[in-house]
Each structure stands twice: as C-alpha cells, then as structure tokens.
C-alpha cells in the first residue's frame, strides 16, 4: 500500500471503531437528543469528508452526476432523516465506511495490475556511460548521447541505448523486453538492444539510435499509450454512465417527491419519510461503481499482464478484437520458419559427409551469396582460403575452383548439365547444391528453411484456443510452402504471393469471416506491413526493435516465439468473459436491488450490498485475468 491508501485504512479502521462504540452506548435522550447525532458525525466526517469535498468540487465546476454526488445526498440525506424521524444514524455511517472501504480495495486492485506496467517502466536507465576520446567513461544522461557515441555497459547494468557491441563478451538478459528468461551470449557485432541486462563482461557498444527512438523508449511509448484506445465495452460503459446517472437521480428524486405528492392526491397518507428514505436507498443502489471501475480494470490488468509476458496490446479495442480471432493468416518465412537457410541433408554422399561439407564451404568461400553462407555456416571453425585457388563464378549455376589441387564443381543441376556431369536428382524440397571432385559426381547438400521448434505448438494451441482457420500466405513456391504446412498441420497455403497479393489475400478472408469474428495476420513487421494494417489485427512477430513492425501492427510479440501468438489470443478472451461476467453481474444485481427499493423491500444494508458489495466481488472477478 502507499501512504495514501494507509491513511485511508485507517480512517476506516477508526471509524468503524467509533461506530461500533456509539451503536452500544445509551445515547438516546442525553442532552436533548443532540449528542448522538453530534457524535455519530464524528467518525462519519472522519471517513466521509474527501467524499464530500469531491461531492462539492463537482456541483462548482457543473459535473456533479458521480458517484461521490449520489453518495454524499444519501448519507447526509441518512442523516437527516435520523434527526426529523428515525433516530438511527448507524446505517448513514455504515454506507460510508463500506463506500471507503470498496473504494481502497479497488485502488489496491489497480496498484496491483499496475505493478507490471510500473515494472516495465524500469527498463529504461536514468544514465549511461558515455566514453571519450581519451577512453574514459562519464556518466550522463541518456538523452545527451549522440548517435554514434560509444557507451560502456558494466556487468549487472541495464543497457540504455541501442547499438553495436564494438569491443568486449557478455550475457544479456532480454526478459524485461521478452518476457524470456533464459539469457544469450553476445560479442563483437552483435546487437544489443536498451532495456536488456548485462550479466557478466563490459561491453562497448556504439549507439544506433537516440534515446527517445530506442527500443525501451518505444515500448514504453506503446504501452502507456495503449490505455487511450479504448474498447467497444469501455465506449459502452462511458455511454451508458453518462446517460444512467442522470436517469436514477431523476427517478430517485420522483420517488421522493412525486410519489407521495400522488398519494397526497389521491387522498392518502403521504409517508414522505418512508419515500424519502426510499430515494436515498435508490439512490446509494444506483452508483454504477462496479461498471466503472472493473470493466478499464479488466482491460488494463490483461495489457499489464500481456507486456510482463512480451505481448505488447497497442489498445484495450485490439485486445477485444484479438478475443475474436476466428481466422489466423501467416507469413511463413521468419514467422513460422527461421528465416535463415541452413544445410538440413547430405545425399547420396561416396565420400565423408563431412568432407563433402568442407569441399563445398570452401569452394563457396569467396561468395556473399545466402547459400554459400549457408553452406560455410555448416563447417565448424574458421575456413582456411589458401586451400582454394581458381575461383571462378557461374551466374545462376554455381562455382567451379580448385580445393587442395583437384578442381571441383559446386552448384545446381544446370551447372552439372553444362559441365558434362551425371548426378542424382533429390527429391525432398529445398534448395540442392550438387558437388562434384575432378569430374566425378560425389554427392549433394540440401538447403532449407527451418520450422521454428514452437510453429506446430503455435498452430495447435489457437485451434485450441477457437481460432478455426489457419492460412499460410507466402511469396515462396508451393511445393516448399506445402512442406512447411504439412509440418504444421496448415491445410490452406497460398503461395507465389507478392505483397499486394497478401493483401487481396486478406482481402477475401475479411469477407469470408463469420458474423462477429475478426482476421488477424502474423508478419515479420518488415515487408508485410501493408498486410499488417489491412488485417482486423495485425501481429508483428519477432519485431523486436523494428519501426516498421510497431508502426503497422496493433500486437507486437517482441520475441520470435510463435507460441505466443495462442497465448496472446487465450488472454483476450480471458479478458472479454470476465468483462461480460461484470456487465452481467453489475447491471444484473443493480436492477433487482433498485426494484425492491421502488417497492420498499430493500434497507440501507441492501443498498451496501448492490453498491460496494456488487463492486469488489466485479473488481476480485476483474483481476483474475
């Protein structure tokens, strides 16, 4: 609790002490019938006066239809009536001290959902070490850092801006980004992003970026700005407060004036004190606390929850949205698969596999291109250039060079063909480099793109989740997009798309959904953005750092773990059914407490109950999530 919410507690505590004291005490008739009034005013001061002073503030700046208004009119309203007929002041006191008490359960409910927002905002350093030309470092403030600087991070710092590390080895730990514990090493070249821990090494990083666009800034910016986008449920309940509260105070006060006036009328016994006392029961029943209060609750305790676990929700209407997903599109390469070509086979190899390997590598050696750096990446170790000579590059087929003094051939079939070569064709999927030593066919190398070891969990858990059509969008050739979708148990597949077919892909799907539900598409965030914002809700996975992905989509899962994509979806529904339980329950409660009241079959106690009660149990459903 904070200072604030202690005082609270304790003017509860004392309060509901001297209530109880008083209730016991034989005050009746002392002084004229003054004194208990006098001294039930006490603890009701004690308890109630910022009540009444918020009361008050509202009638001066013409806002006053809340619900300090409609409680304060009720207490004193107790009160007053206590004086002119009844002589109980308990239950006036009683309303407020329970009024407080909802009140501070529900600012410690949201102190607790806020905690891993307030988490969060930790991930960003108040200073970083700037080094100087004489290799010393300074500490100052992020935001004097120019781009380009050199930083140094020590062990056990948080890293402030993003960079390049330029000198030094360490561990990061991202799981303030990631919401990923497990740590990753990281040297020389390698990016670091603000926001992660140095466990171990000092590192000097050259920043990339300025303080304000860094990826800790930016994730801040995100998830405080996420509260102004509000759900349909939220603009339903803003509506509907703003139309309620002036509707029961006018019905409370036909109830008490207009009812017994009727009566008067008609020739029968007004009982203004029993109407009277009626409209202020109604009117204590009416505060729509419950509504107000649980429902932002519900949805800031789900983005709260979402961004502890690397999901960042850019709005409480994109997570009503995501609940909704009944149709999940893909991008495949870098969403579901790796992204990154490696070798997956060696076939029909008549020598070692792993001199079939070595030959390859250092044939490709000297060529920048995805595959040779692919087939350099499966030898282990550094290649050793003097061994080839002779290098000579065959566009779109391969290369020819000289390994150890024997020529060899590495590339595709065509390369083979004009080289007079018989080799053996493969039949799996993937890209096929043929290799062949001093005019003899010796084997070929598959290369592909990998599954990501989490797709098929991804694809199962949002089937479980109720997502009932997955559909894999990709630019890559159909037989390969069909070997990846099979692993992941996808049936359609569109492949050979360019990014405007993506959209029209989507497109479709939008207009082929059922009723209600929603279309959202997972990218990489890079070039399917206009797929991202065309899409009811666009997922950028893995965009961790990249603008692209947090301009253009509405959920960023700041990892490359698909697994989060059903956690994410799961989550938003959590939060929808316990936004529709409290819609149920509040409004549900309310009415039949507000007709007994009507009727006179409801007290003061009933009217605690309908307000305060009906409050904390929404607020206990609402934090659930």
């Not at 698909?562 to 509040?586: D, G, H, W, Y």
């Amino acid at each position: 609790m904070n200072n604030r919410q202690k005082q609270t507690l304790v003017r509860i505590l004392v309060s509901a002490v001297l209530l109880a004291v008083l209730h016991f005490l034989p005050l009746d008739g002392v002084w004229g019938g003054w004194l208990k009034p006098a001294l039930y005013l006490i603890p009701y001061i004690i308890v109630g006066y910022d009540i009444l002073r918020k009361a008050w503030k509202g009638i001066v700046n013409r806002q006053p239809l809340d619900e300090c208004l409609l409680m304060a009119v009720a207490t004193v309203g107790a009160f007053v009536l206590g004086i002119l007929k009844t002589g109980d002041y308990v239950e006036a006191v009683a309303v407020m001290v329970f009024y407080q008490t909802g009140e501070l359960f529900q600012s410690v409910a949201v102190g607790k959902s806020r905690r891993s927002i307030s988490d969060l905002m930790d991930i960003r350093p108040d200073t970083a070490n700037l080094v100087s030309e004489d290799g010393t470092a300074e500490e100052v403030s992020p935001e004097d850092v120019p781009v380009g600087s050199v930083i140094q991070v020590d062990p056990g710092e948080k890293v402030p801006l993003d960079g390049v590390i330029l000198s030094g080895n360490s561990t990061l730990n991202t799981a303030a980004l990631t919401g990923e514990s497990q740590p990753f090493d990281v040297g020389e070249g390698d990016r670091v992003l603000s926001g992660s821990v140095n466990l171990t090494g000092v590192l000097r990083v050259r920043t990339t970026c300025e303080a304000d666009e860094s990826t800790a800034s930016r994730i801040l910016e995100l998830v405080e700005n996420a509260s102004s986008r509000k759900s349909r449920s939220e603009a339903f309940i803003s509506r509907f407060a703003r139309i309620y509260t002036p509707a029961v105070v006018i019905a409370a006060a036909a109830m008490g004036v207009l009812a017994p006036l009727f009566l008067l009328l008609i020739g029968r016994d007004p009982m203004w004190m029993e109407w009277l006392m009626r409209a202020l029961t109604f009117l204590v029943i009416s505060c729509p606390c419950a509504l107000v209060i649980s429902i932002p609750l519900t949805f800031f305790a789900a983005i709260g929850r979402a961004s502890a676990n690397g999901i960042l929700v850019k709005g409480s209407n994109y997570l009503e949205m995501l609940a909704d997903a009944g149709i999940v599109a893909f991008d495949k390469t870098g969403t579901v698969t790796e992204g990154a070509f490696e070798v997956v086979g060696v076939h029909h190899a008549s020598i070692d596999e792993d001199e079939l390997r070595m030959i390859a590598a250092l044939a490709e050696s000297h060529s920048s291109h995805p595959i040779s750096q692919s087939l350099r990446r499966a030898v282990p170790g550094d290649l050793d250039a003097a061994r080839v000579t002779d290098v000579t590059e065959h566009a779109g087929e391969g290369v020819t060079a000289v390994v150890d003094g024997i020529p060899v051939a590495v590339g595709n079939g065509r390369l083979m063909d004009r080289l007079g070569i018989e080799y053996k064709a493969c039949h799996e999927v993937g890209t096929v480099v043929h290799v062949a030593r001093d005019g003899s066919f010796v084997g070929h190398i598959l290369i592909a793109d990998r599954v990501k070891p989490t797709s098929r969990e991804a694809v199962d858990g949002m089937r479980a989740a109720g997502v009932h059509r997955a559909v894999m969008l990709t630019g890559d050739r159909p037989e390969a997009a069909k070997v990846i979708a099979d692993q992941l148990g996808i049936t359609e597949v569109k492949a050979g798309l360019l990014p405007a077919d993506k959209v029209s892909a989507v497109e479709q799907l939008l207009a082929e959904k059922r009723g209600n539900e929603t279309v959202a598409f997972v990218g990489d965030g890079l070039n399917d953005a206009p797929v991202l914002m065309r899409a009811d809700v666009g997922i950028a996975m893995g965009a961790l750092g990249s603008d692209a992905a947090i301009e253009a989509a509405d959920v960023v899962l700041m990892d490359d773990n698909p697994a989060k994509i059903p956690k994410a979806i799961s989550l938003a529904r959590r939060c929808m059914r316990i936004v529709r339980e409290n819609i149920v329950l509040a409004i549900g409660v309310k009415l039949i407490c507000l007709i007994l009241s009507a009727l006179g079959l409801g007290s003061m106690w009933l009217a605690i109950f309908a307000d305060v009660g009906v409050m904390v149990l929404a607020v206990l459903n609402a934090i659930r999530v």
